[in-house]
Structures are given as C-alpha cells and as structure tokens.
C-alpha cells in the first residue's frame, strides 16, 4: 500500500514570487507520482506526472517537480506565481502494477496567491 | 466534446432515503472511479471498474454501492446505511498510466 503526505495545508505566497508545495510519500514498491489541480467547485487536472526517466518533470501551467527517490518525495515548484494559480493542488502516487492501478491521494494544499 | 458528465451538480438526501449520483463519458476508457472528498481529507476512492461487469470496492466502499453495466456508465448509490454522506464526489475514468480525467463533482447533502 501506497501513502501520502502534503504537509502543508495551505500556503499563501505574495504575486510574482516563487513557490514550493510540498509531497513525500511512503511505498515499498515502485510508483508513480503525480501533482493535480483542483479550482473551486470543480473537478481536478492533471498537472504533471513522472513515470520513468528524468527526474525533473515540467508541468503545464509553468509547473515542474523533482523526484528524489532518496528522500522520498516530489515537490512542485513554480518560479513565479500569477493570481490565476489560486487553487488546491494534490500529490497523488499509484504503484506500477498497470493493471491494478488505484491513486492515491494527499489531503492537498490550498494555495493562496496574495496580490 | 469528449468528456466526463456528472449529474446532478447538487443533491438532497433525506434520511432513510437512498440516492443515486450519475457518471457518464464518452471518452471510450475502460476504467472508471468514484471518489469522495470531505475538506482537509483530500480524495479517498469509493470503488472502481476496470471492465464492464466488474468492479472493486476502495477504502470507503461501506454504505455505497456502483454498477456497471455499459462502458459509459458507471452510476454510484448511496444508500441509507452510508451514515455521513454530506460530500463532493468525483467521477473519474483512466486513458493511460495516472491521467485521471475528472468529471465537475456532485455535492451531496443531508436534509
């Protein structure tokens, strides 16, 4: 079984200034990692995710996440947030098992972007 | 468009009552999901199908129940023993590895 966590419940950030949402998850086995993204009263959008390869992964939305096998987590980053980013982002993982695959969720981080 | 259709956007339930919460797409995917979200508790998964005629409870299975019997459809009911139902519920299906694409959520609510 897969886990998550997002430590940070909200984060409120000025205009135009960086952000870093952060997400480690727990797994005995390998997995996938995503970032979605959910605006108010509607449902969530893929965001970016990694599956293989590089470890820098670029999102839409001017998004990107680093996975650290290591450390166990997948932060997303965005050099310079705009008013438009309001929203709540979630970490979700899923293991590799194709064939089974059920993700897992965090309890997201409400995002705040304060003009 | 291709899509996922939720419907409807809200709904009422009375005590004792059973509901049932709509989930169609066209977007020709075999799997489909229903997940629940309650504030600071993120999405916790309900059931899911990965084929028609076979489904799969998820972490919160007790007190709902799915069906389904067409590719398309994929209708979640919840019934009276499903003792806190207030929520928004999401509807999901599966194209390749992870990209869930989300239908516009169900707020349920008790009367």
């Known amino acids: 079984a897969q886990s998550v966590t997002q430590l940070d419940s909200q984060v409120p950030v000025f205009e135009e200034a960086p952000v870093e949402l952060r997400c480690n998850y727990s797994s005995s086995v390998s997995v996938y990692l995503f970032w979605y993204v959910q605006y108010p009263n509607q449902g969530l959008q893929l965001l970016l995710k990694?599956?293989?390869?590089?470890?820098l992964v670029k999102g839409i939305n001017g998004f990107e996440a680093e996975f650290n096998k290591s450390q166990t987590s997948f932060h997303l980053r965005k050099p310079s947030v705009h008013i438009s980013d309001t929203a709540e982002y979630f970490c979700?993982?899923?293991?590799?098992?194709?064939?089974?695959?059920?993700?897992?969720f965090g309890t997201g981080t409400r995002l705040t972007i304060i003009p | 468009d291709g899509g996922i259709t939720q419907s409807p956007k809200y709904l009422f339930r009375k005590e004792g009552q059973n509901v049932t919460l709509s989930c169609e797409q066209n977007l020709n995917h075999d799997a489909m999901y229903w997940y629940r979200q309650d504030p600071g508790q993120g999405l916790r998964l309900i059931y899911y199908s990965q084929i028609v005629n076979d489904f799969q409870k998820g972490d919160i299975a007790e007190g709902y129940s799915v069906s389904r019997e067409k590719k398309e459809s994929f209708p979640l009911t919840v019934t009276s023993a499903q003792k806190n139902p207030t929520a928004f519920y999401l509807c999901?299906?599966?194209?390749?590895?992870?990209?869930?694409?989300f239908g516009s959520g169900t707020q349920l609510s008790v009367l």
């Open positions: 999901a299906s599966r194209r390749d590895r992870g990209k869930l694409f």
């Open positions: 990694y599956l293989s390869g590089s470890t």
């Open positions: 979700a993982v899923s293991d590799t098992n194709f064939g089974n695959e059920k993700l897992t």
